[in-house]
C-alpha cells in the first residue's frame, strides 16, 4: 500500500506550465492585488463562489444544520469575556480554507461537473460544525424535556443517512464494478510484448498504475504518462518555460520521439482518447489504441477481444469515468466498422456510443464530431450545445460548435459563438482575428473594424491586422478612421500595402493629394511594390 501511494502522489505544483491562455477555473500564476477596488471585487466574488460551491455539494437541509450548529457552538464556546482557543483555531481554519483559498486563486468559473476538492479541508470542518451542532440541539431539547422535538430530530437524524442508503446503494455499490480493470487489462491484452505505451489522462493513466504497480503484470512493458504526473516524469525535463497547450504538446511530442527513436525494435503504442487523432502523429488504429506505423499491425477481432465492456448495456453507477469508458468503445468499434464497410452496425454502435456517454463532456464532444464529419450538422450541433450545458467554460465545444456553424454556412450563428469564446477567454487573439474576417466576409465592415481595432494591443504583429483595417477602411469609404488607426505611435511604420489601400481610399473620394501622398509613402517603403507605382502613374494621367 505504501509503494502504491508514493506512485499516486502528483507533484503537480512543480511542472512549470503557465496556461495563460486557457480558462481552467483558476487564474494562474497569482497576480498581485494592484487596489482597494480590486480586494472588494475578488471578496464578493470568493463569498459568491464558495457558496455556490458548497450549494452543490451540500443539501439544503445539511446547510441549515451547520448554521444551526455554528450558532450553538458560538454560544457555548465563551469563558467570561475570553474567546477560547479551539473555536477561534475553528474559524481561522475555516476561514482560511474557504473564503481565504477562493479569494486566493481568484476563481472565475464552477464547472457543473466538479467536486470541488479544493474545498475539502474547509468542507471537513463544515460536517464537523454540522454534526456537532445536531448533537448539541438533541442535548439542548433534552435538558429541557421536549420529548417530541427531541424525537423528531432524532428520526430525522436517523431516517436522512437510511434514506440515503436506500435510495443511492446501487449506484455506490461497486462490488461488482470492473470496468477501470477490465480497461486496464484490454490495454496490456492489447500490446505486443517489450511494448512502450504512452497513456493520456486519468481513465487511462490510473488503471495502468495499479495494474503494473500493484498486481505487477506484464513487467516488459513500459508506461509513461502524457500529462507528467505519474511513472517517470520525462515531461518535465525541458528548461522551457511553457506558455500554452501548443508549447506543452511540442515538447511533449519532442520527448516522446527521442524516445521512439532510441528504441527501434519496440512496439509503440498511444492510449489516449480520440482528441490523439487532432494532433500530427505518425500512427494508425489498433484496438481501442494506437501504434505508431512501421511495424507490422496486428489483427484485431474487436467484439470477442472487448466484450467484457462492449457487452455492459448501461451505466448503474452513474460514474462520470465508466461513461466515458463504455461510450468509447462502442466509439472505437463503430471505427473499426467502417472499414469493414458495415454502415449499418456501425451507425448503431455510433448511436450506442451516445447513449452511454449522454453524460460524459469528451464522449459527447467525440460522438459530435463524427457526427459532423458524416455531415450531420443539426445533430452535431445539438451534442457541442450539450456539452456546453453541461460545462459552459468548454472552448472545445464552443469552437467545434462556431466550426459547425460556419461550415452550414449560419455565419452569424459562428459568429456569435466565437464572440462567447472571446468572453470566455478575452485573450484568445486568433478567434477574435477570425471573427473579425467573418464580419468582413459578410460585408458588416463597422463591426469589422471595431474588432480588428480591438485586436492591436493585444498583437506582437500588428501587420496583417493593419493591411486589413486598411482595406475595411476603403470598403466603408472610412479614411480618416482608417489613416487615424493606421498611424498611431505604436504602430510600426513599414506597411506599404496599408499606404496603399488608404490612398485607393483617398482617390475613391477624389481627395487625389491625399492618394498621391498615401501611394508615394508606399512606394517609398517598398520600391519593388508595383501596384502604387502603377495608380502613381494613373494618377498622371488624370486630367487636373
Known amino acids: 500500500m505504501k509503494s502504491f501511494w508514493v506512485y499516486l502522489q502528483r507533484k503537480e505544483l512543480s511542472a512549470n506550465l503557465i496556461y495563460k491562455n486557457i480558462n481552467v477555473g483558476v487564474n494562474l500564476p497569482i497576480g498581485p492585488i494592484t487596489s482597494v477596488s480590486e480586494v472588494v471585487q475578488r471578496s464578493i466574488k470568493s463569498v459568491t463562489f464558495y457558496s455556490i460551491s458548497t450549494r452543490l455539494d451540500f443539501s439544503p437541509l445539511l446547510i441549515v444544520f451547520f448554521f444551526c450548529g455554528a450558532i450553538v457552538i458560538a454560544k457555548i464556546q465563551k469563558k467570561g469575556h475570553a474567546v477560547r482557543s479551539w473555536f477561534l ?49 438533541a442535548v439542548f431539547f433534552r435538558n429541557r424535556k421536549q420529548n417530541i422535538l427531541l424525537c423528531g430530530i432524532l428520526l430525522a437524524a436517523f431516517v436522512i443517512p ?44 490510473f488503471p495502468l498504475l ?8 506484464r513487467p516488459d512493458v513500459t508506461i509513461y504518462d502524457r500529462s507528467g504526473n505519474l511513472f517517470e516524469l520525462i515531461y518535465r525535463q525541458s528548461s522551457q518555460v511553457i506558455q500554452n497547450q501548443d508549447d506543452f504538446e511540442r515538447q511533449r511530442q519532442e520527448v516522446e520521439n ?38 507490422l499491425s496486428q489483427s484485431i ?34 471505427d473499426s466498422l467502417t472499414s469493414q464497410n458495415d454502415k449499418n452496425n456501425r ?34 450541433a445539438e451534442l457541442f450545445k450539450r456539452v456546453i450545458t453541461l460545462d459552459p467554460a468548454n472552448m472545445t465545444a464552443h469552437l467545434n460548435l462556431a466550426g459547425v456553424y460556419e461550415k452550414s454556412g449560419k455565419t452569424q450563428d459562428a459568429i456569435d459563438v466565437y464572440k462567447a469564446i472571446i468572453e470566455l477567454s478575452p485573450t484568445a487573439t486568433e478567434v477574435r482575428v477570425h471573427v473579425a474576417s467573418l464580419l468582413e466576409s459578410t ?28 482595406k475595411v477602411a476603403f470598403e466603408l469609404g472610412n479614411c480618416d478612421k482608417g489613416e487615424e488607426i493606421v498611424s498611431g505611435k505604436e504602430q510600426p511604420t513599414n506597411l506599404p500595402v496599408v499606404y496603399n489601400n488608404l490612398g485607393v481610399c483617398w482617390a475613391r473620394k477624389n481627395q487625389l493629394d491625399k492618394a498621391k501622398t498615401a501611394w508615394q509613402k508606399a512606394v517609398d ?8 507605382k502603377n495608380n502613381l502613374i494613373r494618377l498622371e494621367q488624370v486630367p487636373h
Open 258 to 295: 527521442k524516445i521512439i527513436t532510441k528504441n527501434p525494435t519496440r512496439p509503440i503504442y498511444y492510449a489516449t482518447d480520440k482528441d490523439f487523432e487532432n494532433y500530427p502523429h505518425e500512427a494508425t488504429s489498433e484496438g481501442i489504441l494506437y501504434r505508431t506505423k512501421g511495424t
Open 443 to 470: 460585408k458588416k465592415y463597422e463591426e469589422a473594424l471595431r474588432e480588428y481595432e480591438a485586436l492591436l494591443p493585444q498583437l506582437a504583429d500588428k501587420k496583417p491586422v493593419l493591411e486589413r483595417i486598411s
Open 162 to 205: 437510511v434514506a440515503q442508503v436506500v435510495t443511492l446503494y446501487q449506484q455506490n455499490d461497486w462490488s461488482h464494478h470492473r470496468v477501470a480493470y477490465d480497461h486496464a487489462m484490454n490495454i496490456l491484452n492489447t500490446v505486443k510484448p517489450n511494448a512502450i505505451i504512452f497513456s493520456g489522462k486519468n481513465i487511462w493513466t
Open 89 to 137: 483555531f475553528l474559524v481561522l481554519s475555516f476561514l482560511s480554507t474557504s473564503l481565504g483559498y477562493a479569494f486566493l486563486i481568484n476563481s472565475t468559473h464552477i464547472p457543473a461537473d466538479s467536486d470541488f476538492p479544493e474545498y475539502f479541508f474547509s468542507f471537513i470542518i463544515l460536517c464537523i460544525v454540522t454534526g456537532y451542532g445536531l448533537y448539541l440541539m
Open 525 to 532: 517603403l517598398d520600391g519593388s511594390y508595383q501596384e502604387p
Open 301 to 334: 477481432n474487436f467484439q470477442d477481444t472487448y466484450k467484457s465492456i462492449l457487452s455492459i448495456e448501461s451505466n448503474s453507477w452513474k460514474d462520470d469515468d465508466t461513461s466515458y469508458v463504455l461510450s468509447y468503445y462502442h466509439l472505437r468499434f463503430a
Open 210 to 217: 495499479y495494474i503494473t504497480k500493484v498486481e505487477h503484470r
Open 347 to 380: 451507425e448503431k454502435e455510433y448511436e450506442q456510443a451516445l447513449l452511454l456517454g449522454y453524460s460524459h463532456k469528451i464522449a459527447l464532444n467525440n460522438v459530435a464530431i463524427i457526427f459532423a464529419k458524416q455531415g450531420k450538422a443539426d445533430k452535431a
